[in-house]
């Protein structure tokens, strides 16, 4: 059995390669977690909340339901449930799916360029520059 390689050992430090099944089992486990392997925090910390808010507001509609005879007013709450339901779904998706292709394009070059805005200050108003490199 051979071990599952995590990054590759010949890239210097700024450019590893990361296991996209790696990150896509580290997300399935913890959304985020495969971002936060990819080096990509604020993403990771970002789909951690947005699951964690889902998860809770399907809780929240869950604990709702309990004691209610209504069934008109039951059907309302159980639609609204579900719909966290199919929201965290669909979040979970988008996780594993980003941490995937995250780490499999993590060995492509970085070559977007740079984008930078400016605002300055004039004698009769404000001057917006932006500049971009390549």
Sequence with gaps: MTPVTLY???QSADSLEYSPRGALLRSAVIPGW?????RHYLKG????AVHAYFGYRFYEGHQQ????N?????EQLEYRRNTWAWRFLVAYLLCLTDAYVDAHLSGFPDDTGDLS???LPEVDGMR???EFTW
């Design 45 to 48: 910390v970002g789909f951690f």
């Design 34 to 38: 495969g971002q936060m392997y990819t």
């Design 128 to 130: 917006i520059q932006m």
């Design 65 to 68: 339901l309990a004691g209610v």
């Design 117 to 119: 805005i400016d605002v």
């Design 70 to 74: 209504d069934l008109q007013r039951r």
């Design 8 to 10: 590759s050992q010949d």
